[in-house]
């Protein structure tokens, strides 16, 4: 199975700094998020390749993911086994490129990566999200087992002001992840048979408030529907708008996820709170980050 990554945008929201780095190279820790996503990808055994959607005009993201083994053997020369293991690390993953063309949105950047997924279901994994227990698409995978290898989409609650960020599902909740069978129909485990899908809502037009965090297993199907996907909300090719044509000729199922579970990389805002908690919680970093911080009297609020 293939993992589809879209990693093609400009990184508007982070200029200057995307002039000449693409957003998807900007470090969380000691890694890159694209590295993040590409072996959250590849975590289930299922998944024997990640294809990374991108623009003509970012040869950085081709570049990191090619072995450099001068460098690593400079490395070792040098004692510094640790940091070449990383960079063995990054250029030895399966990743294949794929070249979205134009800007003409989510659905059309999947689409052109249809030749790789030929005829098979496939993940797509959105790259602002980090998720450090890499699990949840092994549970979408689990949720499409018991139905019939059916598609699957990760949701989660949000604010009713907030669903017009997103795409909202409607539906019913029909079961529930293996081990939480307790759990409420919002709440991490649950499973719903998906019934409609609306890309960015109002409030008011809302189905639910669950939306579509990006993490998605879908059919050949949804690919094939793209082909002739007619633009959406924003002038641009929604994938939602394809999920949402192929409910009439195929079931979907939704599975909640605690949307605490990834960290966003969207935002600057976004960016820079997930690099504080994440190095606040990583006992390579924890000690240094804080002192640091403590070095000047605390974090506070300015
Ligand atoms: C995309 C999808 C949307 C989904 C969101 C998750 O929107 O179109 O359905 O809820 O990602 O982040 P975007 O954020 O690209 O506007």
Redesign the pocket.
Request: glycine content about 22%; overall charge neutral.
């Given at each position: 199975m293939k993992a589809i990554i879209p990693a093609a945008g400009l990184g508007t929201r982070f200029l200057p700094s995307t002039k000449c780095t693409p957003k998807e190279m900007l470090p969380v820790l000691d890694k890159p998020v694209i590295q993040y996503v590409v072996e959250e990808a590849l975590e289930p055994a299922e998944v024997d390749e990640a294809i990374i959607v991108t623009s003509p005009g970012k040869p950085e993201l081709l570049s990191y993911f090619q072995p450099d083994r001068s460098l690593e053997r400079l490395l070792r020369e040098r004692g510094k086994s640790a940091y070449a293991d990383a960079v063995a690390a990054a250029g030895d993953m399966p990743v294949d490129f794929r070249y979205q063309y134009e800007p003409r949105g989510?659905g059309h950047a999947i689409r052109s990566a249809a030749d790789a997924a030929a005829g098979e279901s496939f993940l797509v994994l959105?790259g602002?999200?980090v998720v450090p227990a890499r699990d949840i698409c092994t549970k979408m995978l689990e949720v499409s087992r018991a139905h019939a290898g059916a598609s699957v989409i990760a949701v989660a609650p949000c604010a009713p002001e907030d669903v017009s960020?997103?795409?909202?599902i409607a539906g019913e909740r029909v079961g529930s992840l293996c081990g939480s069978e307790s759990a409420a129909d919002e709440e991490p485990g649950a499973v719903w048979r998906v019934s409609g899908l609306v890309?960015?809502p109002s409030a008011e037009e809302a189905p639910s408030n669950l939306?579509?965090?990006?993490r998605y297993l879908l059919s050949p199907l949804v690919m094939d529907l793209l082909a002739d996907q007619e633009p959406g909300k924003?002038g641009e090719v929604?994938?939602?708008d394809a999920m949402a044509r192929s409910l009439e000729r195929e079931a979907m199922y939704a599975v909640v996820i605690d949307p605490l579970e990834g960290f966003d990389t969207?935002t600057p805002s976004g960016w820079m709170a997930t690099n504080a908690l994440m190095a606040a919680a990583d006992p390579r970093f924890a000690a240094d980050f804080w002192a640091a911080i403590d070095e000047r009297g605390g974090l506070k609020r300015g």
């Open positions: 989510l959105l602002d999200y960020r997103y795409g909202v890309e960015k939306y579509i965090v990006g924003g929604q994938l939602t969207g």
